[in-house]
C-alpha cells in the first residue's frame, strides 16, 4: 500500500528533483509513501476538505487533519491535497516528510479486515520547502483525482486474486464435505454456485486486462478505471459471499480464510472510492 502504486500517476507533474528525491526510491522499495486527501467531513465530496496551505515566503504553512491514509504509520512522506487559504476552489498538492515539524502521525482506526494500516495526519502550522508543491497551485485535485483512477484500477488484479482463492478454497471444502451421503459437490446447487463464481472472475480479469492494455498503451482510461473497481469490486465481493455460503458455520468463523477474504474484500466497495462514486464518475465520463 506504500508503493508504487501510490506514485506511477503523479511522475508526469514531479519536478527532476522530487522524482529522484521522492518517487523513485519508492519505485525502488527503498521508500514508503502515502497518499491523504480524505478528512472526517470530506470524503467522496473532497472539495469540502478544510486543510489550509498558506504561502509564507519560500515555503508552505500546511494546518488541518486528514484521515484513514492508507499506510501511514510507516511511510517516510504523504502527498497531501490541501485547500490554499482564503480560496474557495484552489486544492493544490504537496509532498510532506512525514518527520517535518508540526506533523504529526496518529494510528488510525481499525477498519473491517482488523489489518490496520491506516494512519491519520496532523498539521500544525507544518512548515514545508515552496519546492515540495507538486505541479502548479490549483492543480491539486486534478493530480489526486487522476492518481486515484489509475490506482482504481490497479487494485482491481488484488480483488480478483482474493476472490479466486475463495473460489479455490470452495471448490476444495465442497469436494471434501459429506452432506447426506454425498460430497457437497456432488450437489448441483453447489455447481452452480461454482460456476457462477467462475463466471464473474473471468468477466472482472478481461475487463481489467483489456483496461490495463489501453493503459499500457496510453490511452486515457479514466472511465474504463471506475467500470473496473466498480464490477470488480461488486463481483469479488459475491464470489467470497457465495464462498461463505457454501463454507457453511466454518465461513463464519472468525480467523476462517474465507470469513477474513469476505472481511477485506467488504472493504473495497468504499475504499478507493465507492461504488456508487463510481457510477457517478462513469456517467459523467460518458454523457
Ligand atoms: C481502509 C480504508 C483505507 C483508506 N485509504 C485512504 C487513503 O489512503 N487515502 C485517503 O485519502 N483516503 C483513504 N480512505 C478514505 C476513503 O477513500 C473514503 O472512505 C471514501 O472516499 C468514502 O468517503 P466517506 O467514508 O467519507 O463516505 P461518504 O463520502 O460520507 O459517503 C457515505 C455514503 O454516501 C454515498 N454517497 C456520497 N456521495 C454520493 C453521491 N453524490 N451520490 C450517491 N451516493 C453518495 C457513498 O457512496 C457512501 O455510500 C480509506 C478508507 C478506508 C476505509
Avoid at 496551505?53 to 511511510?75: M, Q, R, W
Avoid at 479455490?168 to 447426506?180: G, H, I, T
Wanted: charged fraction near 20%; charge should be neutral; include cysteine.
Amino acid at each position: 500500500m506504500g508503493g508504487p502504486l501510490r506514485v506511477g500517476a503523479i511522475v508526469k507533474y514531479a519536478t527532476e528533483e522530487q522524482r529522484e528525491r521522492y518517487l523513485m526510491p519508492v519505485v525502488r522499495g527503498e521508500r514508503a509513501c502515502c497518499f491523504s486527501i480524505t478528512e472526517e467531513d470530506a470524503g467522496s465530496d473532497v472539495r469540502r476538505m478544510t486543510t489550509t496551505a498558506t504561502p509564507d515566503g519560500d515555503t508552505y504553512v500546511l494546518n488541518g487533519k486528514k484521515v484513514f491514509s492508507s499506510a501511514a504509520p510507516f511511510a517516510d512522506f504523504a502527498i497531501v491535497v490541501a485547500r490554499m487559504a482564503g480560496t474557495e476552489e484552489a486544492y493544490s498538492a504537496f509532498l510532506v516528510d512525514l518527520d517535518t515539524p508540526g506533523c504529526t502521525v496518529l494510528d488510525g482506526e481499525v477498519p473491517m479486515s482488523g489489518q490496520q494500516m491506516e494512519g491519520d495526519l496532523v498539521f500544525e502550522d507544518c512548515r514545508i520547502p515552496a519546492a515540495n508543491l507538486l505541479g502548479e497551485i490549483g492543480q491539486g485535485l486534478r493530480i489526486g483525482i487522476g492518481r486515484i483512477t489509475l490506482n482504481r484500477l490497479l487494485h482491481c488484479p488484488s480483488l480478483i486474486g482474493a476472490a479466486r482463492r475463495a473460489w479455490d478454497l470452495s471448490v476444495q471444502y465442497a469436494m471434501n464435505r459429506v452432506v447426506f451421503g454425498q460430497p457437497l459437490l456432488a450437489h448441483q446447487a453447489i455447481h452452480h454456485k461454482i460456476a457462477e463464481m467462475a463466471t464473474e472472475i473471468y468477466a472482472a480479469r478481461a475487463m481489467v486486462m483489456t483496461t490495463a492494455a489501453k493503459a499500457d498503451r496510453g490511452d486515457n482510461v479514466s472511465v474504463e478505471a471506475n467500470m473496473c473497481k466498480l464490477f470488480t469490486s461488486e463481483a469479488s465481493f459475491r464470489v467470497a459471499d457465495q464462498a461463505v455460503q457454501i463454507h457453511g458455520k466454518a465461513g463464519l468463523t472468525r480467523g476462517h480464510e474465507v470469513e477474513q477474504i469476505f472481511r477485506s474484500l467488504r472493504m473495497f466497495r468504499i475504499v478507493t472510492g465507492t461504488t456508487e462514486i463510481h457510477k457517478n464518475a462513469i456517467a459523467k465520463g460518458l454523457i
